[in-house]
């Protein structure tokens, strides 16, 4: 195999690792809530935002930087929903796309308006590894392993604890579930606090990769939505596969052609598998 192939393929798999946790969260909330966030990416450009300022600007150390923003992310995530999501739960659908990217804009808007256009970095500047002629960045490694490490916590927080359990049995049944005495509308704002602090953690490890803008969301959101679309709208195992699936569609296209144009592959796979399996790979 051609090493740089194989390259690009490793650097897939790493960001298959992020992208996964991104899905892992809006799945969630999707799942359990049944509304789709499409704010979602730009919950976590608030994060990314939250790490620069404390730890470029106010000298925060870069691990408490990390644990404040995820605290903060999660809380703004109780916001969105107390705000946001409640007063429209029993609309509509389309009320709810609207609300949700209504705060979309408001989410850019205000950040150009606070912090203009400019490009910012945190200034930590990771080594690149290399293995056996194999260029792999350091970034995408942590970032990988503390993706896995937070898929792996929620998967056993889902499975083995009372909480995960009445989350689960909620995604199941709502209706159901209320007649068992358990209060739905804590459940919601748990979720939701979850689904922030999913994003916050994603803020922390995309913010060692990339610049922070106000338009940062565009890059990831379309992406996070397509890769739960793909593997089934609530389904997070699915989710958590159709990550890697995408991911890898980007790397080696990005290698064979550019990275504009692997995009365009991983949409166009996305749009013909829409149309044979419309309810994505995993839905039954």
């Known amino acids: 195999m051609d090493i740089y192939l194989f390259e690009a393929i490793i650097n897939g798999v790493l960001l298959g690792g992020v992208l996964a946790l991104l899905a ?13 966030w499409i704010c979602y990416a730009d919950i976590v450009m608030c ?30 995530g109780v ?6 999501i409640a007063p429209v739960l029993d609309s509509a659908p389309v009320n709810q796309l609207l609300a949700t990217g209504g705060l979309l804009f408001f989410l850019q808007s205000f950040a150009t308006l606070l912090f203009g256009t400019d490009f910012r970095n945190i200034g930590v500047r ?10 792999v960045s350091f970034a995408r490694l942590i970032a990988f392993a503390v993706a896995l490490i937070g898929a792996v916590a929620l998967y056993l927080f889902l499975k083995r604890t009372y909480v995960g359990i009445a989350i689960r049995a909620i995604a199941q049944d709502r209706e159901i579930v209320g007649l068992m005495g358990i209060d739905q509308r804590r459940i919601y704002l748990l979720v939701s606090a979850i689904g922030g602090a999913l994003a916050g953690l994603a803020a922390c490890l995309l ?24 593997g089934g709208l609530g389904n997070m195992i699915g ?11 980007i790397a080696i296209g990005g290698y ?3 990275t504009e144009l692997s995009y365009v592959f991983a949409f166009t796979f996305f749009i013909g598998l829409i149309l044979i399996r419309p309810r994505g790979l995993f839905a039954p």
């Open 47 to 76: 994060g990314m935002y939250a790490v620069y300022f404390l730890y470029a600007q106010f000298g925060v150390p870069l691990p408490l930087a990390f644990v404040v923003a995820i605290a903060a992310i999660s809380g703004l």
């Open 207 to 230: 913010a060692l990769q990339y610049d922070v803008h106000p338009f940062i969301g565009n890059t990831f959101g379309p992406v996070i939505f397509m890769i739960c679309v793909l």
């Open 126 to 135: 990771l080594p690149v590894i290399e293995i056996a002629s194999i260029y």
């Open 239 to 249: 989710g958590y596969v159709a990550s890697f699936v995408v991911s890898q569609i």
């Open 79 to 84: 916001l969105v929903h107390l705000l946001i």
């Open 24 to 36: 892992l969260g809006l799945n969630l909330i999707f799942g359990v809530i049944d509304v789709v």
């Open 256 to 258: 064979y052609a550019s």
